[in-house]
C-alpha cells in the first residue's frame, strides 16, 4: 500500500483560533462569547458566578428607580420603556454568555454542543447539565473539540 497522504480528503484543522496540540489558556472574549473550543469546571463555576454577581449589581438600578418595578409585578402599573430595554439587553447578553460557556463545557466532556438542550428536559434536564458541567472532570487529553484548557 502507499503511505502518502489522500490529496481529495478535507483536511483536519483545530478549531478557529485554538492551537493544534497540547494545552491553551482560554481568553475572556473566547470564554464569554465563542461556542467554540474547552473550558475547565473551575472557568463555568466562575462564569456561572460572575453572572450571578451582575444580575444583583444590575437589579439594583432597577429596583432604585422608583415604585413602577414593584407595581409592574403586581400588575397595578406599567414598566418604563427604559427599563424593558435596559433588562432586555441584560437579559440577551446573560444568556449568550450562559450559552457560550455551557456548550464549550460540553465539548470538554467530549460532547456536541447541542446537548445543552437537555437542560429543557423538565426535572432531570437541569440536574443532569448541572452534574456533567459542574460536577464532572473534562477530558485531559485533546478531543475533537480541541486541546485541553489550562
Known amino acids: 500500500m502507499n ?6 480528503q478535507t483536511p483536519v484543522s483545530p478549531p478557529s483560533g485554538i492551537p493544534d496540540a497540547g494545552t491553551y489558556k482560554p481568553t475572556l472574549k473566547q470564554i464569554l462569547f465563542s461556542f467554540q473550543g474547552r473550558i475547565k469546571r473551575s472557568q ?3 462564569t456561572v ?3 450571578l454577581l451582575f444580575v444583583l449589581v444590575m437589579s439594583v438600578p432597577l429596583g432604585l428607580m422608583g415604585d413602577s418595578s414593584v407595581e409592574a409585578l403586581e400588575g397595578d402599573g406599567e414598566m418604563s420603556p427604559l427599563m424593558m430595554i435596559w433588562m432586555l439587553i441584560l437579559y440577551v447578553f446573560l444568556v449568550w454568555v450562559g450559552l457560550a460557556a455551557a456548550v464549550k463545557r460540553w465539548h470538554d466532556r467530549n460532547k456536541s454542543g447541542w446537548w445543552v ?3 429543557f428536559v423538565p426535572l432531570i434536564g437541569g440536574i443532569w447539565a448541572l452534574i456533567e458541567n459542574g460536577c464532572l472532570a473534562g477530558r485531559d487529553e485533546g478531543n475533537r473539540y480541541g486541546p485541553r484548557p489550562e
Open 3 to 8: 503511505d502518502e497522504a489522500n490529496p481529495y
Open 44 to 46: 463555568w463555576w466562575l
Open 49 to 51: 458566578g460572575i453572572s
Open 117 to 119: 438542550l437537555i437542560s
